[in-house]
């Protein structure tokens, strides 16, 4: 085997583009690029995705964040409960909602606005400091 028996792997060589001028060259006029679009022109604009609405643009347009986490209860004042409740009845999730005082699948929390003064038992989500208070204090238990 000689030098001049050597030759580069099959592909890996390619001929080189013959450019020529002019708008009847190969590299005229339009260079290859087409006509228009951002092909044609020497820089696609920061932050475009091709065509797709921008990141940016798709945010919402209000300042603040919303957290997909947070918990949003479904409240209740103690002065509902002393109108809806029998002394001695147990206060959940199901009885509120069969008596159509809480609407939505939610966790429910009492708060203290309002007088009670029936003994009731209180088995629910949360209770504020307050009604936790008002419930004990007229006779009855918060679990």
């Known amino acids: 085997m000689r030098l001049h028996h050597l030759k580069p792997?099959?592909?890996?060589?390619?001929?080189?583009?013959?450019?020529?001028?002019g708008d009847r060259g190969r590299g005229g006029k339009t260079a290859g690029r087409g006509t228009k679009g951002t092909g044609a022109r020497g820089t696609v604009p920061e932050g475009f995705e091709g065509g797709q609405m921008p990141l940016i643009r798709r945010q919402p347009?209000?300042?603040?964040?919303?957290?997909?986490?947070?918990?949003?209860?479904a409240v209740i004042n103690v002065g509902r409960l002393d109108e809806a409740f029998e002394a001695g009845d147990e206060v959940t999730r199901e009885?509120?909602?069969?008596?159509?005082?809480?609407k939505k699948k939610r966790p429910v929390k009492i708060l203290g606005h309002g007088e009670i003064s029936t003994s009731l038992t209180v088995d629910v989500d949360a209770v504020s400091a307050t009604a936790r208070d008002k419930i004990t204090a007229a006779g009855g238990t918060v679990r």
């Open 9 to 21: 792997a099959e592909g890996s060589h390619t001929k080189k583009k013959r450019v020529a001028r």
């Open 61 to 73: 347009k209000a300042p603040g964040f919303n957290n997909p986490n947070k918990v949003t209860f």
């Open 95 to 102: 009885t509120l909602t069969a008596k159509g005082l809480v």
